[in-house]
């Protein structure tokens, strides 16, 4: 399993249930990595998508403690064994499963992960959730990034880390 995530320059991932920022480039990332595969979110994640609707062409499993809580295109478990059980499963013909949010979500299932795609925006933004910080972290060793690239509000980079 792979965690995929956007980050500030203070690891922040997002404000009041929204994203930090628009980066174009990183949401084209995100798309192409993710289509055609597994992604795992939290339901405050998928409730934050356009129309609170799943991911197309991706298979979605949502955890959410809510046992009456049901979208059509999605799986829904309430634990992150069951979504485990539930990627394995879905992912039995070469799909590649991401974890996408949001932040208890990601606490919960990084040790699990073996790889971080992180786009890291080199921007402090205003925030309330946030993602561990890798850098401090001895599990995880930075293994590439890419130059420096621009969006609206500076620059950033897509950057990959392994987990020791």
Sequence with gaps: MKVIVAVDSNW???NKGALLARNKEDMQFF???TTGNVVVMGRKTLESFPGGR???DRDNIVITSNASYSVDGAYIVSSV???VAKAKELAL???EVYVIGGASIYEQMLDICDEALVTKMNKAYEADA???NLDESGDWELYSSSEDKEY???TFNFCIYKHK
């Design 12 to 14: 922040a991932i997002g």
């Design 31 to 33: 798309k192409t990595t």
């Design 54 to 56: 799943p991911l197309k």
């Design 81 to 83: 064994d069951e979504a």
């Design 93 to 95: 013909s070469d799909k």
């Design 130 to 132: 946030f993602f561990p």
């Design 152 to 154: 609206p509000d500076g």
